[in-house]
């Protein structure tokens, strides 16, 4: 069974917001990044 994997970002101007699976994690701070909840835990192995 593979469970639901979720990111939460924390900002100190605005809501956390959780990411959720294959939503794309975007930042303006960050332009260039664009990763998934899903790739995240899958690059740290953590992909149950």
């Known amino acids: 069974m593979t ?3 979720t990111v939460t970002v924390f900002a100190p101007s605005s809501l ?9 994690i ?4 960050l332009p260039g ?3 998934t909840p899903h ?3 899958q690059q740290a192995g953590l992909n149950l």
Do not use: N
């Open 3 to 5: 469970r639901p994997r």
């Open 16 to 24: 956390p917001i959780t990411y959720r699976s294959h939503q794309v």
């Open 39 to 41: 790739a995240i835990f």
């Open 33 to 35: 990044l664009e990763i």
């Open 26 to 29: 975007t930042d303006d701070l």
